[in-house]
């Protein structure tokens, strides 16, 4: 069983950043943020594999960096450039094996997500 806890969320200004955690149990393969915006779909923003080999979406490369501790057990997404378009609930997501992409098929467990809000 993979048990998945998000922290680092808040409100910020325009251009200013955040780290986000993910705190996760259980053995995982490929992990990843997934953010939902208000009134949009949930969209995958970033995801690394057990080897470290990151993904992005076009809307935050270059601005984000996924990043994870596997002795630790942490997953972490900085971030950077923060703009309003980043305002939305931020969850963390797990898979044991297979693929890694930001599909949101690929993943099996999830976190209960973290707020954050940028104002300008």
């Known amino acids: 069983l993979v048990t998945l806890v998000e922290s680092g969320g808040g409100s910020v200004q325009a251009g200013g950043s955040l780290r986000l955690s993910c705190a996760r149990s259980?053995?995982?393969?490929?992990l990843g943020w997934f953010r939902q915006s208000p009134g949009q779909a949930r969209e995958g923003i970033a995801a690394?594999?057990?080897?470290?080999?990151?993904y992005y979406a076009d809307t935050v490369k270059g601005r984000f960096t996924i990043s994870r501790d596997n002795v630790e057990k942490t997953l972490y997404l900085q971030m950077e450039n923060l703009t309003p378009d980043d305002t939305g609930m931020y969850y963390c997501?797990?898979?044991?094996?297979?693929?890694?992409?930001?599909?949101?098929?690929?993943?099996?467990?999830w976190g209960q997500g973290t707020q954050v809000t940028v104002f300008s």
């Open positions: 997501a797990a898979n044991y094996y297979g693929t890694c992409d930001l599909l949101e098929s690929t993943f099996d467990y």
């Open positions: 259980g053995h995982t393969y490929c």
């Open positions: 690394v594999n057990s080897g470290g080999r990151g």
